[in-house]
């Protein structure tokens, strides 16, 4: 338990040295005075790593269901317009244009 919450303190102080601008090294040096061993340090970068992964992810999912919302959308109102004999350029192409930027936006966050 202590252990963990060790563990958590030293994560949060990583990731509030890193909004103020400090570079890996001198976080790295600085986790050293305060006695940590390097093998506790990998672990808090690796944890940091993961953090940071898990953020992109989520966002590239996000974008990704958008994506897939609007090619379903444009689809829908592509049959929708074929029916009423309705010009259907600005759906086929400007909806499923858009769709499938944002699919492949996510996907690239996520893969990046």
Known sequence: MNKEL??????????????????????????????LDTSAIQDIFTALRRHKNSKRTQNGNKLIVAGAILLVIGFGVCVALHYMDIP????????????????????IKIFQ
């Open 6 to 35: 060790s563990f958590r303190n030293h994560f949060n102080q990583v990731i509030q040295m890193l909004k103020d601008g400090h570079e890996m090294t001198a976080i790295e040096s600085s986790l050293q005075q305060q006695g």
């Open 88 to 107: 259907m350029k600005m759906a086929l192409y400007g909806i499923t244009l858009a769709g499938l930027t944002l699919l492949f936006a996510g996907l």
